[in-house]
């Protein structure tokens, strides 16, 4: 399944991983094992983030994926489902197919 990473990673922690080189080294691991699709890095609410978007094969992935930005950021990480345009459009047409529009 599709799904959206988004992380907030707490200043002092990013601070120090940038200080010791962590945080380069994190993010490219985590990188190398999502292989996402798309991947964004800034600000949002004041704190460093990133946002990536990747196929989940099995929601039993997410620990071990998800540990280094706990562990090493103190981030605060949630994941959702999404869809493109196109996957959009497919669950609309299946929906006025099936009568529930």
């Keep these: 399944m599709r799904v959206m990473l988004r992380a907030h990673m707490d200043t002092a922690a ?3 991983s940038i200080k010791t080189g962590a945080l380069p080294q994190v993010v490219q691991q985590l990188m190398d ?3 996402p699709e798309a991947a964004y890095f800034g600000l949002h609410e004041g704190v460093r983030s990133c946002w990536m978007v990747f196929d989940l094969q099995d929601s039993s992935q ?3 994926l998800m540990e280094d ?3 090493q950021f103190n981030a605060e990480v949630e ?4 869809m493109t345009a ?5 669950g609309l047409a299946a929906m006025r197919s099936s009568g529930q529009s």
């Design 79 to 82: 994941v959702a489902p999404v």
């Design 14 to 16: 990013t601070n120090e």
């Design 86 to 90: 196109e996957d959009l459009a497919k």
């Design 69 to 71: 930005l706990f562990l």
């Design 33 to 35: 094992r999502v292989k």
């Design 62 to 64: 997410m620990p071990s």
